[in-house]
């Protein structure tokens, strides 16, 4: 590249660029909002482009990247646009400069993606995700024959263009989404990809730390909007994986936080208030704390009485009658026909295993 002392002190003239004789210099203010046109953007990109950065041969996707993210992030002295007024050798504005890298980025990105090439796509929608994010509304004055997305969406398509390949990656990009929905109002639609940004710490990253810390945040965001059981959707998703980590009462935190909700359900999630009854009940079990397992089967019948005509409540009243007892031989008696009755997750099984050696008067240490 040309250095600033290296350049001739006069520029090309108008005859010698051809096409370029009426294009707009860096000193050339802005066209009144409004009468901004793609030709006049794409004049003044073309003549940066084709002076001081000729496109690479058409096809060839990896120069086209390397040079939108040579536009994007190298240092803007070291560019330059043409001649000013004065005589004066200008440098280009940032935001032409970033626009030129913007175009080249929503260009490629797609046919990165087609071509399976799932990092390169991912870094280029992500490129113009970040170029959206801080010039949107300079952006949508010129969007007239532009391919304009709104930011999320870029971040959204950089998300599942780097799931497989970039887990990380693919994470980043999704809190890049939610800081943009959550800029500009859209408080639902924010919590719902905080919800997906947890699943894909917990299936791809393998991360439960991260994934339950975007369940809990979503799970909070849904309640404040009111929208009750959509949050306790997220809040059983924090719930489980402690259950399933050894973190019992903190499992059983999590679902008393989603009873105090319920006097807002709907008739169509009642299966749900179910199920993260009889959950908590599994994880009181084991504990292996007979009296905390009692005041809490009471507690929920508080809640909802209804909860006294399901199978679950039967088989937990009569697993507590066992471990007062300390019947081994009921407990699994119990438990084996429960399980004919349906399916019941794994890990489920393992709290009523745990739960088992209480029973018997075992100490569980582990």
Same mark, same amino acid.
């Given at each position: 590249m040309t250095s600033v002392s290296s350049m001739p002190h006069s520029a090309p003239s108008a005859t010698s660029t051809g096409s370029h004789a009426n294009a707009h210099y860096a000193d050339e203010p802005l066209?009144?909002? =409004?009468?901004? !046109?793609? !030709?006049w953007f794409q004049s003044k990109a073309n003549f940066v482009r084709d002076l001081f950065h000729p496109m690479p041969p058409s096809g060839d996707l990896q120069a086209e990247l390397a040079k939108a993210k040579?536009?994007?992030?190298?240092?803007? =002295?070291? +560019?330059?646009?043409?001649? !000013?007024?004065?005589?004066?050798?200008?440098?280009?504005?940032?935001?032409d400069r970033h626009m030129m890298a913007y175009q080249i980025y929503i260009k490629i990105a797609q046919q990165f993606n087609d071509a399976d090439q799932k990092?390169?796509?991912?870094?280029?929608?992500?490129?113009?995700?970040?170029?959206?994010?801080? +010039?949107y509304s300079r952006i949508e004055d010129l969007q007239e024959g532009l391919d304009l997305r709104s930011p999320p969406d870029c971040f959204n398509e950089a998300c599942k263009a780097y799931s497989d390949v970039l887990p990380l990656a693919a994470a980043r990009c999704l809190e890049h989404s939610i800081k943009e929905l959550r800029s500009n109002g859209r408080a639902s639609g924010a919590a719902k990809l905080q919800d997906e940004l947890g699943d894909l710490y917990m299936s791809k990253c393998n991360d439960a730390d991260q994934a339950i810390a975007a369940w809990q945040k979503a799970g909070n965001w849904y309640r404040n909007d009111r929208k009750f059981m959509t949050a306790i959707k997220s809040y059983q998703k924090v719930a489980d994986t402690n259950a399933k980590r050894g973190d019992y009462y903190r499992a059983i935190e999590v679902w008393d936080r989603c009873a105090e909700d319920w006097p807002d359900k709907q008739k169509s999630s009642y299966c749900l208030i179910v199920e993260v009854f009889f959950n908590v009940m599994l994880c009181h079990i084991a504990t292996g704390d007979i009296v905390a397992l009692s005041r809490a089967i009471h507690h929920y019948l508080d809640l909802d009485y209804k909860l006294a005509n399901t199978r679950e409540y039967r088989f937990l009243v009569d697993i507590l009658k066992s471990m007062e007892d300390h019947d081994e031989e009921r407990f699994e008696f119990l438990c084996? !026909? +429960?399980?004919?009755? =349906?399916q019941i997750a794994p890990w489920k099984k393992e709290l009523l295993k745990v739960g088992g050696k209480h029973a018997r008067g075992e100490e569980d240490f582990s």
């Open positions: 066209p009144p909002k =409004g009468q901004q !046109s793609q !030709s040579d536009l994007h992030h190298r240092d803007p =002295g070291l +560019y330059f646009f043409g001649r !000013s007024r004065k005589d004066n050798w200008m440098p280009i504005k940032e935001f990092v390169e796509a991912g870094e280029a929608f992500e490129g113009a995700g970040l170029l959206e994010a801080k +010039y084996n !026909s +429960y399980y004919t009755t =349906g």
